[in-house]
């Protein structure tokens, strides 16, 4: 019996969550063998304990295989001390669970193809998986803060930091990926400027000899801002550091137009992870049963592939949501004129009767 | 009488060089008081000196008033020593002239839609301004390097830093330039997670008491990389720190598909600059006469404009360079059907002509 942890967060959090528990429901009657427990994170933690991961969802975490999550943060808590913000939570359960391995597809579905801001010639077919490392670099070096510096004014400081044996398991989980897909490689550095990177690049490299197979290339971060836009097809697999992967996932998600599809893992060296969509937690329309959960749905698809290894059951899930929107139904994220709009839960209805 | 320095720099930088000179040369003979001197920077100038940025070329950068650049780098350099690498050069010298505001326009001109990977209705009428610092942040932070660290692993690490001068002074130059626009200016950081763009956020918040015409409002820099995608159009002065600048205004670049097009300005304190096209060197069209001098042609028009107060001549190099647009020539990288393709060189000759 397998222990999925279930975090709705803020925001449509809830709303998202609960149309991917349907699914998984229907998957426990098939006979997927998991059972699931429930605990706040982000604002809602910080709401009934004081604490965006406190020690209630920490140790539950900690027990579980797998982690489902919906997104967190709001407008709410955008005045709280730094360390009770909602995303210090998202950065706190990543490193507790050591999730070094964050997983991006950028996918777009023929279906919505409209959806791009890209001309159709450039983005059809498009399927890129960025692995962005997420556990090290500026986003937890020390040292870090504000201080007065020697000339006696005000400073803003960060450290950039990659240790070799953080670089080599995060290539090592890229090269994989790569085995499985098209087998092209490109790992993104400022080597030209950054010695941390130079660094990653010597590394990356070196872990490359074990895999004969795979095409390694080398791109600076801001020609992959620019060859993102001006070619994205040429890439199969981008590997990275956490803070030019936070910039690049992001800007690949965009290219498909439709972000509200896309899933995301985070892993540890086990294949336990947390799985949530790629977008945030859209205060605007939480509560009015509008936001599309087939990005939180795609993201239970990889649990279940990932961390409960049931390749069977993750396609699908998968092919349910395809099925949906190949009979036209769009929440109003991906809603084009031709289409059937319906809200949240209804899509939901959906891809339960799909599957 | 002004002084310019030119450094023609490597690949195809002698050859769009040559041409915007003949650009200078006409409005020398037309009564613009500068001379023009000349020295190597980067590939060049390590090939001539043993070093990117020699004290021959840093004598004449300090004495002149403006500095035209054509570009730096090539494969044959990539092997050097990290110090003796040509983008050392660039870095060198923005620093030595503390040349802290780069300034970059995203233009799209209408006859050239079409290069666009975006949709028209995207980006037509694209015009943004990103205001980059040049002389901070992560590029000049000590400490970095790689050593061993107290697990006994070796590391690379790297500082990003902002002191409070620093951020003001470059506020102010973004929020004049949005006044002297549509008012508006986005600030990009990463204030959830990173400590020094928090002291920034706060910093451009206390500058912007001065500036109560101007509209200005707050971006992570993940956000802004996917807005850029999604809905360029609702931006129009945006300003970031170093590293952030880099791959934004490249991202911002690439959406106009002309690169070829874009010049840059680097300035300091007084206005003295740097003037560059924001393309590279193009290694693999040097010396074929097939490069576009346009964006190093609009590069000078910066020039006059910024650094010789001179706004009747640098709008009449801008106007002759719509007018070969306009009058269908192309250089390759922006030739389509139903135009004509010419040479380097009958580029400059066509906007000598239109002048
Ligand atoms: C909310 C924020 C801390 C987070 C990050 O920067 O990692 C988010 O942007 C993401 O990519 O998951
Ligand atoms: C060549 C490189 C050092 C430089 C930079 O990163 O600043 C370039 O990318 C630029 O933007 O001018």
């Known amino acids: 019996m397998k222990k999925i942890l279930i975090l709705p967060g803020d925001g449509i959090g809830p709303e998202i969550i609960a149309q991917a528990r349907r699914v998984l429901d229907v998957l426990r009657k098939d006979g997927l063998a998991v059972e699931t427990t429930e605990a706040p994170l982000g604002?809602?933690?910080?709401?009934?304990?004081?604490s965006p991961?406190?020690?209630f969802t920490q140790k539950l975490a900690r027990e579980a295989d797998a982690v489902l999550l919906g997104a967190v943060g709001g407008p709410q808590y955008d005045t709280l001390d730094?360390?009770?913000?909602?995303?210090?939570g998202l950065l706190a359960i990543r490193k507790d669970l050591n999730?070094?391995?964050n997983l991006r597809p950028a996918i777009l579905y023929p279906?919505?193809?409209?959806?791009?801001?890209?001309?159709?010639?450039?983005v059809s077919g498009l399927d890129i998986l960025i692995v962005r490392e997420l556990t090290g670099d500026?986003?937890?070096g020390q040292p870090r803060g504000v201080h007065v510096n020697e000339a006696g004014e005000r400073e803003g400081f960060n450290t950039m930091r990659y240790a070799e044996s953080e670089i080599r398991r995060i290539a090592h989980v890229a090269f994989q990926a790569a085995q499985k897909r098209n087998k092209k490689l490109c790992s993104v550095d400022k080597a030209n400027v950054l010695e941390t990177t130079e660094f990653w690049k010597e590394i990356v490299t070196e872990v490359a000899k074990e895999y004969p197979d795979v095409q390694l290339t080398h791109m600076y971060v801001d020609n992959a801002a620019m060859q993102l836009v001006r070619n994205p097809k040429q890439f199969d697999v981008m590997v990275t550091g956490n803070i030019f992967g936070d910039i690049l996932s992001d800007e690949a998600s965009m290219l498909t137009g439709s972000i509200g599809m896309l899933p995301s893992a985070s892993l540890d060296q086990n294949k336990k992870g947390l799985y949530e969509p790629s977008h945030g937690s859209a205060p605007d329309i939480a509560g009015k049963n509008l936001a599309n959960p087939l990005a939180t749905i795609l993201s239970l698809a990889m649990l279940v592939r990932y961390s409960l290894n049931d390749e069977a059951a993750a396609t699908r899930i998968e092919n349910a949501v395809k099925k949906v929107l190949a009979d036209g139904l769009r929440t109003g994220d991906i809603y084009e004129e031709g289409t059937r709009k319906v809200s949240?839960?209804?899509?939901?209805?959906?891809?339960v009767a799909a599957l």
């Open 99 to 101: 999730l070094f391995a």
């Open 82 to 88: 730094r360390p009770l913000r909602p995303e210090r």
């Open 111 to 122: 279906e919505l193809a409209n959806a791009s801001t890209l001309k159709p010639e450039v």
């Open 138 to 140: 500026i986003y937890f």
């Open 43 to 50: 604002g809602a933690a910080y709401d009934q304990y004081g």
């Open 53 to 55: 991961y406190p020690e």
């Open 344 to 351: 949240c839960s209804e899509m939901g209805d959906a891809v």
